[in-house]
């Protein structure tokens, strides 16, 4: 499902019209400027409705600068930074370079995490962990990744299953 994704994607960023304007879905540098604005907002403890609050929109504005589905001018960008004590330039880490070929840059990489963290139920698991003991939630983290790894062996091990 990625893989179709990532190719719809490169295929928009070679192929599309006039202008690069694609007929659906944001541009990827719009999602990826939303991200950070969402892991950056989530790393300094703010929520929607506070920064919705400082910036003078709603917090589902908020929402849909965060998700890409409504671009961020270059004015709330700038208002979006002070509030949080950034520098503008915060927000485009990541990118490649503008001088880069257009259909070398983009798709843009998507991390998963960041989309996580963002989320409602990744602010629920960051706080819930944020209340334990910092031993405790060490210990806590280390079972996450246990769990992690026997999953993928287990999976590993029913491929092989299945390939023999």
Known sequence: MQHRKVLAELKRACFSGAGGKAETGPHPADQHVGRQVAMVRVQSDVSQVQLARAIGVS???VQKYENGKNRVSASMLYEIARSLDVPVS???EGLPSNNETRCKTL????DERIDFVASAEGRRL???LM???PRVRGRVAALIVALGEEMAHSVAEDGDKIAG
């Open 59 to 61: 917090f589902q504005q």
């Open 126 to 128: 960051i706080a819930g």
């Open 131 to 133: 209340q334990l003991h």
């Open 90 to 92: 915060r927000f485009f």
């Open 107 to 110: 798709p843009l990489p998507v």
